[in-house]
């Protein structure tokens, strides 16, 4: 192994804590909003911290794949917690997990569950317009034609939310 290469190899593993299970990449991370991962240089372009300890410790990641946490931790760099997998495995990943957002989690919801039942309710009726309800709830029209036709607001609800509509 040239030097050169042994020093970066030997830099990259500084940054990592294996004191626990995970271990957790303490280097730089990655500026992406809502994501927590370890990022840095690594022969001329920047990588993930997790996706470098993978090709180290595994071998090479195939084209169009993603290096997955069966931790869940976004820091981790233990490749006995990595698996690859397509971006559609991630995603079911993400939501048999639970961690998948939920419109009523972003920062800013302009409806709640209550609304857009009563939307549903209203408009299955026949008694207002899409452009009515619209207008009512400060919200464009094509929000209430996604939430009527089921294309909005279709996750199942909270479990707390749940047990106040079986009274």
């Given amino acids: 192994m040239p030097m050169r290469e042994s020093i970066r190899l030997e830099k990259f593993w500084r940054r990592v804590d294996k004191s626990s299970g995970c271990w957790i990449w303490t280097g730089p991370k990655g500026p992406e909003p809502g994501h927590n991962y370890g990022k840095l240089m690594w022969h001329n372009k920047y990588m993930r911290a997790h996706r ?7 071998g090479p990641i195939p084209e169009g794949l993603c290096v997955l946490h069966s931790c869940d931790n976004p820091l981790c760099v233990n490749p006995n917690h990595l698996f690859l997998g397509t971006q559609l495995d991630n995603i079911r990943d ?5 961690r ?15 609304e857009v039942d009563d939307i549903r309710a209203r408009y299955a009726k026949g008694s207002i317009t ?31 939310l749940v047990k106040f509509d079986q009274t």
């Fill in 100 to 114: 998948a957002p939920s419109v009523e989690s972003c920062s800013h919801p302009k409806l709640t569950w209550a």
């Fill in 130 to 160: 899409q452009r009515e309800l619209a207008s009512e709830h400060h919200v464009h029209i094509s929000t209430i034609s996604l939430i009527v036709r089921y294309l909005r607001w279709n996750r199942p609800r909270p479990e707390s």
């Fill in 94 to 98: 993400r939501d048999a997990k639970g």
């Fill in 52 to 58: 470098v300890a993978y090709e180290l410790m595994v």
